[in-house]
């Protein structure tokens, strides 16, 4: 018995890897399909025009790369299941684990829909915003699933320590969605005709780069103060994030200095997953003791 709930549980933590990994890898080509000004390649949702649910040659390059990406949903969805069931068969109904994979799968059905929202009203990029937002919040998600999953128990932590590890995460979201706010803001709105958000872009871009120092500092600042206490796992797995916010950050800059090139810009949304990991695996991996 013992040798079967461990197969149950390495199947799980299997698919709970693929879910994570698949909802990173749709934020990447869906900045493929925006960089590309393939938002609109089919302008219509659910289906890709009003007589087809499938792009016609008359759409182009920017029909096949927007249908593709909407295909990678589905993915998702496999994904979703499988660590749903594996989840359920070797950790039961009760865990926390289960109600984590159906939500998942309940927020990749939603991200679905605000796409195709996001479709229907031309791209606004406060919806184009929200679409992010909500991968950003699964993949937080998916890793608290890992997490459990691997049976890692948080290090105790005094109060002061654990509330500077959340400041860290709070400030790595805020960060996030002044980025996108930068984003809805900057050249690159997935239409030439797609409507941007009307903010400075030189002064949403300084906001953005000063929330990014920030979460910088608070990074490094968690490395130091679990340096000193001794507490190895969490002090490793700040040195991770430190790193993480580190190279987004060189990215950011050089994205900035370029021009906004498309292949730079690329590289950041690849960081940005990156970086939402890695500050979801510090946030789980402390709590406060309890008194």
């Known amino acids: 018995m013992d040798l079967l709930m461990a197969k149950r549980e390495k199947a799980a933590r299997v698919w709970l890897w ?5 909802n990173m890898g749709i934020v990447v080509t869906g900045a493929i399909v925006r960089l590309t000004g393939s938002g609109l390649g089919c302008p219509t949702w659910p289906r890709c025009t009003d007589e087809s649910f499938v792009p016609h040659g008359e759409l182009g390059i920017h029909g096949a790369i927007e249908f593709g990406n909407r295909l990678l949903t589905f993915v998702l969805i ?4 499988g660590a749903f069931v594996t989840v359920w068969r070797a950790f039961g109904r009760a865990s926390q684990l289960w109600w984590l994979t159906l939500a998942v799968g309940i927020g990749i059905i939603l991200q679905a829909v605000v796409g195709g929202i996001t479709v229907w009203v031309d791209l606004h990029p406060t919806l184009v915003g929200i679409h992010l937002v909500l991968s950003v919040v699964l993949i937080v998600l998916c890793v608290r699933a890992l997490v459990l999953a691997y049976r890692r128990a948080p290090v105790v932590v005094s109060g002061r320590l654990r509330a500077l590890t959340v400041v860290t995460f709070v400030a790595a979201m805020v960060s996030i969605v002044i980025g996108t706010l930068t984003t809805g803001a900057g050249p690159h709105a997935g ?5 941007r958000n009307g903010l400075d872009i030189e002064s949403i871009a300084r906001v953005h780069a000063l929330s990014a120092w920030l979460a910088l500092f608070l990074s490094a600042a968690c490395v130091y ?4 206490a001794r507490l190895q796992y969490p002090q490793r797995v700040s040195a991770v994030l430190f790193g993480t916010v580190l190279l987004q950050g060189v990215i950011g800059y050089v994205q900035y200095f370029l021009g906004i090139p498309i292949s730079v810009v690329w590289m950041h949304m690849v960081g ?7 500050v979801a695996w510090q946030l789980f991996s402390t709590k406060a003791e309890t008194r």
């Open 78 to 81: 496999v994904a979703a299941l």
């Open 225 to 228: 103060v679990f340096h000193r």
């Open 18 to 22: 693929i879910s994570l990994v698949a």
């Open 191 to 195: 239409d030439a005709d797609a409507p």
């Open 272 to 278: 940005l997953v990156l970086l939402t990991a890695a």
